[in-house]
């Protein structure tokens, strides 16, 4: 099957009940049983739910995994992943990763006794210096936020395989349809389904795939054990939007590619980041490991100062100043004073923010009224 197939029916059943085709919304806590220990594979709605299963059977699927394990935010996804961690292990992670990861590894997992080492993964031979007998995972983002740079998938399983390690990656910037993580090596993926495989910025979950049994079984043990399970209206909302990821993503990545171009010719801009430029430095990784090149990108000022940037944005209209990203809605904002403002100026200028990054998540709006947009607020600049 086709993954635009897959989106729409993999997973989904007519309910059992009524034949509704669409997932019913099982919002119930528990089951009612026939008799002590005779029921129909139901108990309790922390650890099993109709709806629930409907979604992480159809996110298996669309990631080419055996087993989805979801989660009540993107953030408890990973942090279940890390769980499957024990004292004394060493995890290494690309460099310029999600803030959140980020804090949730030094500031939480790194108490507990995991050892946290981050790389500047652009050049996956760089693992083989730092990968030793007690690095467990290798955690990669790729595109990279915000300055849209390629890991290379398989060069990185490789190398963790070698090693005896596994290699996780956060599928989030990518999507299901532009690239699918296992079939490059990886061993587990993960979702903030928060962005495109919602699409529709009204929901926050997360989704772990993978494709062994063991390391699922672990991960159903610590979804019913820690507990941060999504609620079934969360989850049929996500399936929901999964049903259209193809066709938005198709129009977000056309978007994308003709407002990168226009932003490179602007006479106010510096440099534009995008994986879809054949000059981009990981271009050809980009070429091999995914579909499409995305429309998460983002750009720098010849004025290269924060009130410049700051003008901008509070110029747009259409691009509406706020984190997240991948709804259908367009989305502008400024990594220094906001996902960024916690690092010290040099040290992100050093990882290559410069004050006048502008990162842009690219909607599914007329091309031309983005344009238009960004047109009027770049003569503020
Ligand atoms: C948003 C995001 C997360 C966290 O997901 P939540 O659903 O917000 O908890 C993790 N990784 C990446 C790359 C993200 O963009």
Redesign the pocket.
């Known amino acids: 099957m086709q993954l635009a197939t897959k989106l729409i029916h993999a997973g989904v059943e007519p309910d059992p009940a009524t034949g509704a085709i669409m997932t019913p919304i099982y919002q119930t806590s528990t089951y009612v049983q026939e008799a002590p220990g005779k029921h129909k594979g139901y108990e309790y709605a922390r650890t099993q739910n109709p709806t629930r299963k409907v979604l992480e059977q159809a996110v298996a699927a669309v990631e080419n995994g055996t087993h989805g394990i979801a989660f009540s935010?993107?953030?408890?996804a990973?942090e279940a992943m890390m769980h499957t961690l024990q004292p004394g292990d060493k995890v290494i992670a690309s460099n310029d990763l999600?803030g959140?990861?980020y804090r949730l590894f030094t500031r939480i997992f790194a108490k507990y006794g995991i050892e946290f080492q981050f790389v500047d993964l652009q050049d996956a031979g760089r693992l083989e210096q730092f990968a030793d007998e007690r690095t467990r995972l290798i955690w990669i983002?790729t595109p990279t936020?915000p300055l849209i740079r390629i890991v290379d998938i398989q060069a990185c399983a490789e190398i963790a395989h070698a090693r005896g390690a596994l290699l996780c990656v956060?599928n989030?910037?990518a999507s299901p349809w532009l690239q699918n993580p296992l079939d490059w090596g990886a061993d587990v993926v993960v979702h903030?389904?928060?962005?495109y495989l919602g699409g529709h910025s009204d929901v926050?979950?997360?989704v772990v795939v993978v494709k062994d049994v063991s390391l699922a079984e672990q991960l159903y043990f610590i979804q019913n054990s820690a507990g941060a399970v999504p609620g079934p209206h969360d989850c049929w909302l996500v399936l929901r939007g999964m049903k259209t990821l193809h066709v938005r993503m198709q129009r977000h990545c056309e978007n994308a590619r003709q407002i990168a171009s226009f932003l490179r010719q602007h006479p106010k801009v510096q440099q534009v980041h995008w994986c879809g430029f054949s000059d981009h430095p990981n271009h050809a990784i980009a070429r091999k490991q995914m579909r499409d090149f995305g429309a998460m990108m983002s750009f720098v000022l010849k004025d290269d100062r924060i009130e410049t940037a700051h003008r901008i944005l509070s110029s747009t209209r259409l691009f509406a100043l706020a984190e997240?990203?991948g709804g259908v809605e367009s989305l502008i904002g400024h990594p220094a004073s906001m996902t960024h403002a916690s690092i010290p100026r040099e040290e992100r200028l050093k990882s290559g923010l410069s004050d006048s990054l502008i990162r842009l998540s690219v909607g599914i709006e007329d091309v031309q009224d983005l344009i238009a947009d960004l047109e009027q607020a770049l003569e503020k600049a």
């Open positions: 935010s993107g953030m408890a990973i999600y959140g990861s983002e936020n956060d989030t910037f903030s389904a928060t962005k926050v979950l997360g997240s990203l």
